[in-house]
């Protein structure tokens, strides 16, 4: 275990003020120097797009990096709901210190402080950013923007397009990134993989790469690595992320020395649509803003067979407005979902398979007639009907909780840094701003914030002492080794030859975590996922059965490699998750709720983030603490009732 | 700053963005090559341009055909009425112009709208070929492209092959022996009552009807004329046209042919 | 259900390609297009065959990566659907199904069901943007935007950049897919400075990969985000324009 000075770099002053003061301290890169650096910029979501963009724009040298075969492809195209701003455009009381008042809170008070400020600072900026580029926010008839409310805050400060929010806004990102690419500044590498970041003396000094086309194992060097490269909830198998989302970039970060923090916290979003069979390959999320109309119900008889309109009013146990008469079907994220989840362990579940509750428009419908709801959801109905084959005009939409989002990821500081130098993370890829729990609509938000604004002001102060040194040769032994590590690693999936598929392995895995380690966690449930997961891997490198050869397009090979490192992954996440012996947001222990079956935070042990060092393979990893302080906010008890 | 010289985006950069192209090296894709010419060439070379230049000539040749057919459904008057027309056409613009020079001012502005629209239809066919060298080797189904629409190029070259046996048949003579110059009305009668030109007449004037059907609709689209509310109005507009066309050309042949109509 | 997929196999760019038959039982009619392909490839993976390769991610329509050819139409039967979001329920129970890639030049295959829409790419770098720096912009209100003309932008900028009406037209033509880009920028105010370089320099990049248009209207059928034809006509309309046009008096308006 190495001495880690887990400092977060956080600049002194007053916080409103810790941002600009910081921007001036930076050490900056003349703009004719800019040319002279190499960023390497992995992922081309709303961060890593945003980034390698506005580096570019800046004169930076800029190598791009992804796996699709365009970056707009990105998962951040999926996001429908909204983006935050504290434009307070509505007069509603909004203000850069509400919204991040309401992000820590939301956060159940595990982020820091300082970044959140400045999140909420540039949400500001974001907007107009986008505007300028074009993206065709949603319009008043005046002709100003048009705002939504979310989940979590009492003011209207969500911005959106239609419901293709973050299609939109990486878009956006998507275009200033091709101008860059026109112009020279930024190097496009498509399909093609990181595999591993190449360290040398300590520092980040390039990554390996896989050409998903010709198999090809090829380095790229640069004076910084920066990974944007999404969140891991497809460590469950079953989630709303896109498939191709994985967590290897970050855990070859992390085994190659970069921390870890928070990966038990994964948000579960309660509105999904429920698996239909063992054949399912991902879950659809339908968005929340249907909780402001639908009413949550299940039958009040256990296993009732029958259909819902066969069932009368006094029969239906609307369970949220039942138990959090305040909020209602308003409840925040991980509350609705763990409520959702209790109705259907006690076997109150509907649907062909019992897993979900109904969400039930019947009544707004009565109130304000069909047409008013098909205007505000037409396309989230017609998406339903299309998944399910049911009408949910006439009967009611079947929900249930999906992994959703990844709160934790690799540790970074205020600088974005990880504990690497020159290796930088953006995004849903790092641990940074959502504490234990995400707000609607502050992903989007915090992607852009970083690559907009953030690193490109940061990463300066780690660039300007490198002048006059060129990356380091991609034929030198660092390279060289990581090479080999990665093209033996390929060789011996492709070697194994045993008689499961990668996908058998994945969904396995899957199922482990979830029952164990998904919306509640107990010592008992964590401690068996934590033998069954060694277990499992082992089985894995001995039994997996991956066809084809490394000299092609192999889809089932770059399965392979994720799924191996889920399988290391998953493991921590269950640490993380045994160690933390409290509750609070995405992280629900059953040993600490309150009488009634909130969540028990622990503030006077477990106020810190939690950030593991890689020790070896089959080692323990080491815990690492970066303690929380609050000066500005109060430490409360959240409460909906 | 926007480069307006064309030149395509990833040649002219540093050596690791041409190792980013190699995808399309690797995949076979050709990286098409282009020059910058001056403004009324490029125009031409621009498939829109070629589009445009087609869809102007096609409002000529649409113009002219129902003019035409105007004139020729004289013949149901009589003879004196179509040949006094005739004649009257050579006349046209007199006595400001010289006899016949309107008319041949007129013919060249024809003969350049056949040109053009040929022309750009040969080369834009050409585009097309190339793009899909590869056709689909299950069987299509199309939902919208109807079958006028594909079968621009055929119902095209009906008309132009129509078009130089027509021009021999009653302009030239050549290919009517009871040839008369000046004498329209004689020499349709007689060319319709060979059977087999009536029904090259017939199934040409419905090929005809077909490209227009199409045509005068899309032509619309490539000129870039487009209003939702008035839409719809440019499908009635070119079936109309159409419906039109096919019934004034086809009724002569048929019509005279089956003896209905006799001198 | 039980379905019988003849599906295309194809080892590499260059690789001569042909059909290969398969049946699969067990078919459930809540399962989507892609469902069906996972567990198609299971069953060849179990029989040590290789997998068939496809693109796809997202499988709720947006990301625009999966791209089959479904019995002759661009992500099968219905419309305004992408092939993930094509249910088993809306084929009959003995069905029979051919499934090919895309086909274009300018998308070359590069195994199986995999195309390279790399040109798409090609066609937004050339103008498909608006210059506008990060840290340059002003309040995101200073500039109004009539609702009408930001909800038609929405229409045209909510192309998922499928190919599918390449892939789709007669022609091999990207009218649909470059009107939408153009459109979309071309209709804001923020989109004006460029107007008319853009839609000269996209057009011309992508006249340079791909077919014209004879307004076949195939392409708006098969698009999965509905987009309209109309744009197409509006993207013409820029073009001639912008021929004429001397731009240097004319950089506001229409
Ligand atoms: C269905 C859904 C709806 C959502 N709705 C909202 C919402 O309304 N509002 C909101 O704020 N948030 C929302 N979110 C969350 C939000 O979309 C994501 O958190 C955010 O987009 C993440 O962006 P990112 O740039 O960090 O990563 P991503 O968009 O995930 O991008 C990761 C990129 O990294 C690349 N990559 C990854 N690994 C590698 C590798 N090894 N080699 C090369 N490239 C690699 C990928 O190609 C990809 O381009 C939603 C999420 C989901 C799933
Ligand atoms: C009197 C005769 C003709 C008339 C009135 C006519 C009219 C038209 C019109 C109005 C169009 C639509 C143009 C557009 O969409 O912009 C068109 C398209 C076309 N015409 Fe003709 N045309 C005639 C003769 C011909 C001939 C002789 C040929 C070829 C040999 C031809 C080939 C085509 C083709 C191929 C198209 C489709 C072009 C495309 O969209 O790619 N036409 N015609
Ligand atoms: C049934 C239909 C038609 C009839 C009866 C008909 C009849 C005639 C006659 C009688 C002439 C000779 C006129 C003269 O010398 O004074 C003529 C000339 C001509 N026709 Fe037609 N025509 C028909 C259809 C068409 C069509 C469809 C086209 C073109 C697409 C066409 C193109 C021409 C041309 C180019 C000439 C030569 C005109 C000139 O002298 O410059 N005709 N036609
Ligand atoms: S226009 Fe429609 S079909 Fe074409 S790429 Fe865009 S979404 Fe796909
Ligand atoms: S199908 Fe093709 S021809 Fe035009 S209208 Fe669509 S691009
Ligand atoms: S998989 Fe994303 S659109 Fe179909």
């Given at each position: ?6 400092d977060?770099h ?6 409103a ?6 921007k ?5 890169v003349?703009?004719?120097n ?6 390497i910029?992995v ?7 945003s ?23 990105a998962?951040?195209i ?6 935050n ?5 509505r007069n509603?009381?909004d203000?850069?210190y509400?919204?991040f ?6 956060g159940?008070?595990r ?11 540039v ?8 505007v ?13 923007l ?6 979590g ?11 293709q ?5 990486l ?13 020279g ?7 093609t ?7 040398n ?5 390039g990554?390996?790469t ?8 090829v ?15 497809n ?13 290897s970039?970050?855990?070859?970060a ?6 870890m923090?928070?990966?038990?916290f994964t ?5 999904c ?22 009413r ?7 296993g ?7 069932i ?18 308003l ?26 509750v109904?969400?039930d ?19 989230l ?28 990821g ?12 020159g ?7 790092n ?15 915090q992607?852009?914030?970083d690559?907009?604004?953030v690193?490109p ?6 660039l ?7 990356p ?12 080999a590590?990665?093209s033996?690693?390929?060789g ?6 045993g008689?499961?598929?990668v996908d ?5 895995l ?14 008992e449930?964590?401690?068996k ?6 277990t ?6 001995k039994?997996?059965?991956?066809l ?23 493991e921590?996440?269950?640490r ?23 969540a ?15 020790t ?8 690492h603490?970066e ?10 008890q959240?409460?909906?009732? | ?34 020059r ?27 113009t002219y ?12 008057l009589g ?5 006094t027309y ?9 006595p ?16 350049a ?9 040969v ?6 070929r190339?793009?899909r ?5 299950s069987k ?21 092959l ?11 003579g050549?290919?009517n022996?009871h ?23 017939i199934?040409?004037?419905i ?21 939702p509310?008035y ?19 086809v009724?002569?042949p048929?019509?005279?042919t089956?003896?209905v109509?006799?001198r | ?5 003849t599906v295309w196999r194809?080892s590499?760019p ?8 398969h049946?699969v ?12 392909f ?7 993976i179990?029989?040590?065959?290789e997998?068939?390769?496809f693109?796809?991610?997202c499988r709720?329509?947006i ?7 479904i019995?002759g139409?661009?992500h099968g ?6 092939t ?8 009959q129970d003995?069905?029979?199904?051919t ?11 590069i ?18 943007y ?6 340059s ?10 609702k009408?003309v ?9 192309c ?5 009406c390449?892939a ?8 649909l897919?470059t009107?939408a ?12 400075p460029?107007?008319?370089?853009r ?11 791909f077919?014209?248009?004879?307004l ?7 698009c999965?985000k509905?987009?309209?034809?109309d ?17 240097r008096?004319?950089?506001?308006h229409?």
């Amino acid at each position: 275990m190495t001495e880690f000075n887990l400092d977060a770099h956080i600049p002194d002053g007053p916080l409103a003020e810790k941002w600009d003061h910081h921007k001036f301290s930076v050490k900056l890169v003349n703009p004719s120097n800019r040319r002279k650096f190499r960023v390497i910029v992995v992922g081309s979501g709303l961060a890593g797009a945003s980034a390698a963009a506005t580096l570019g724009e800046l004169g930076f040298e800029v190598t791009m990096i992804t796996f699709h075969d365009t970056p707009r492809r990105a998962h951040s195209i999926a996001a429908q709901g909204g983006i935050n701003a504290a434009k307070n455009y509505r007069n509603d009381g909004d203000s850069i210190y509400r919204l991040f008042y309401d992000t820590v809170k939301g956060g159940d008070f595990r982020s820091r402080e300082a970044n959140v400020h400045r999140l909420a600072q540039v949400s500001v900026n974001i907007i107009d950013q986008c505007v300028a580029q074009g993206v065709p926010f949603a319009r008043e008839y005046g002709g100003l923007l048009d705002n939504r409310s979310f989940g979590g805050a009492q003011v209207s400060r969500t911005f959106y397009a239609r419901g293709q929010t973050g299609q939109q806004l990486l878009l956006g990102a998507y275009q200033a990134l091709l101008r860059q690419i026109h112009l020279g500044t930024v190097t496009l590498y498509r399909r093609t993989e990181m595999l591993d970041v190449v360290i040398n003396d300590g520092r980040a000094v390039g990554v390996v790469t896989r050409d998903l086309i010709t198999g090809d194992v090829v380095s790229h060097a640069g004076h910084a690595v920066v990974l944007a490269t999404g969140g891991y909830g497809n460590v469950f198998y079953l989630s709303t992320n896109a498939k191709n989302s994985n967590a290897s970039a970050i855990w070859r970060a992390h085994r190659r020395g970069a921390l870890m923090a928070n990966p038990c916290f994964t948000q579960i979003h309660p509105t999904c649509i429920p698996a239909s069979d063992d054949f399912q390959s991902k879950l659809t999320l339908m968005s929340e803003s249907l909780r402001n109309d639908g009413r949550i119900w299940v039958p009040r008889e256990f296993g009732d067979q029958r259909s819902p309109d066969q069932i009368p009013e006094g029969e239906r146990d609307y369970f949220l407005e039942r138990r959090y008469p305040a909020f209602g079907n308003l409840v925040p994220r991980d509350v609705a979902s763990r409520a959702a989840k209790r109705e259907v362990d006690a076997e109150r579940g509907v649907g062909p398979l019992k897993n979900g509750v109904y969400l039930d428009l019947s009544e707004a419908i009565n109130r304000l007639g069909r047409d008013v709801i098909e205007e505000r959801y037409g396309n989230l109905i017609q998406m339903y009907e299309r998944i399910t084959g049911e009408d949910p005009y006439r009967v009611p939409m079947r929900i249930y909780p999906a992994v959703h989002y990844a709160m934790g990821g690799l540790w970074v500081d205020y600088n974005l840094q990880t504990t690497v130098p020159g290796l930088y993370a953006l995004g849903e890829a790092n641990f940074s701003d959502h504490g234990a729990n995400r707000l609607g609509a502050s992903a989007l938000m915090q992607g852009l914030a970083d690559g907009y604004f953030v690193l490109p002001a940061t990463i300066g102060d780690y660039l300007a002492p490198l002048l006059g040194t060129d990356p380091l040769p991609t034929n030198h032994q660092a390279f060289l080794d990581a090479e080999a590590e990665v093209s033996e690693r390929v060789g011996a999936l492709l070697g194994v030859n045993g008689s499961h598929s990668v996908d058998y392995f994945h969904r396995e895995l899957g199922k482990v975590l979830w029952e164990n380690c998904g919306m509640a966690r107990s010592r008992e449930t964590l401690e068996k996922a934590l033998t069954e997961i060694p277990t499992l891997r082992d089985e894995f490198h001995k039994d997996v059965r991956v066809l084809g050869d490394g000299e092609s397009l192999n889809q089932s090979l770059e399965k392979a490699g994720r799924v191996e490192d889920f399988l290391e992954f998953g493991e921590l996440l269950c640490r993380d998750a045994l160690h933390r012996e409290e509750s609070c947001g995405g992280h629900f222990r059953l040993e600490h709720q309150t009488e009634d079956g909130e969540a028990l935070r622990d503030d006077e042990h477990f106020a810190y983030a939690a950030a593991w060092e890689y020790t070896g393979d089959n080692a323990r990893p080491a815990l690492h603490k970066e303690p929380l302080e609050f000066e500005s906010v109060h430490l409360a008890q959240r409460s909906y009732k | 700053m926007t480069r307006l010289d064309g030149v395509p985006s990833t040649e002219d950069q540093n050596e690791d963005a041409d190792a980013a192209d190699r995808l399309l090296r690797s995949t076979g894709a050709p990286v098409p090559g282009q020059r910058q010419v001056p403004f009324p060439l490029q125009f031409w070379r621009s498939a829109i341009g070629k589009k445009w230049a087609m869809a102007v000539s096609g409002i000529v040749l649409l113009t002219y055909v129902l003019a035409h057919m105007i004139g020729n459904l004289k013949v149901f008057l009589g003879k004196n009425e179509i040949n006094t027309y005739a004649a009257w056409l050579r006349t046209l613009g007199e006595p400001a112009l010289p006899r016949t020079v309107l008319l041949w001012g007129l013919r060249t502005g024809l003969t350049a709208a056949f040109v053009i629209h040929i022309v750009a239809a040969v080369q834009l066919t050409r585009m097309n070929r190339r793009a899909r060298p590869e056709r689909y080797q299950s069987k299509r189904d199309y939902a919208s492209a109807n079958y006028a629409s594909r079968t621009m190029r055929w119902t095209g070259i009906i008309v132009a092959l129509f078009v130089i046996f027509h021009l021999a048949d009653l302009t030239w003579g050549v290919a009517n022996p009871h040839f008369v110059r000046g004498d329209p009305y004689d020499n349709l009668f007689y060319s319709f009552q060979r059977v087999p030109v009536a029904i090259f007449y017939i199934i040409a004037n419905i090929a005809l009807a077909f490209h227009i059907f199409h045509g005068a609709w899309s032509m619309f689209q490539s000129l870039g004329v487009n209003n939702p509310r008035y839409n719809r109005w440019k499908r009635y507009f070119a079936t109309g046209f159409a419906g039109l066309i096919m019934v004034g050309n086809v009724s002569m042949p048929l019509l005279i042919t089956t003896g209905v109509v006799s001198r | 259900m039980k379905i019988t997929l003849t599906v295309w196999r194809q080892s590499g760019p260059n690789a001569r390609g042909g059909f290969e038959t398969h049946h699969v039982d067990d078919v459930s009619p809540d399962m989507s297009f892609l469902e069906l392909f996972d567990i198609l490839n299971e069953a060849l993976i179990a029989d040590g065959k290789e997998p068939i390769a496809f693109d796809h991610d997202c499988r709720e329509g947006i990301c625009g990566s999966c791209s089959m050819m479904i019995n002759g139409r661009a992500h099968g039967p219905e419309r305004g659907t992408a092939t993930c979001q094509l249910h088993m329920r809306k084929f009959q129970d003995g069905a029979h199904i051919t499934v090919e890639p895309w086909r274009a030049a300018a998308f070359p295959i590069i195994k199986d069901l995999c195309v390279d829409r790399t040109a798409f790419d090609r066609i937004i770098e050339a103008g498909g943007y608006i210059s506008a720096p990060t840290g340059s912009a002003p309040d995101g209100n200073l500039i109004l935007v009539p609702k009408a003309v930001s909800d038609t932008a929405m229409d045209a900028a909510a192309c998922i950049g499928c190919g599918a009406c390449v892939a789709a037209c007669p022609n091999g033509a990207a009218q649909l897919f470059t009107a939408a880009k153009v459109q979309h920028l071309n209709l804001l105010p923020q989109g004006q400075p460029e107007r008319w370089e853009r839609v000269v320099n996209m057009v011309t990049e992508m006249e340079r990969w791909f077919g014209s248009c004879t307004l076949h209207g195939e392409c708006e059928v098969a698009c999965p985000k509905d987009i309209s034809i109309d744009f197409i006509a509006l993207m013409n309309r820029d073009f001639i324009k912008a021929q004429f046009k001397q731009r240097r008096l004319t950089g506001q308006h229409a």
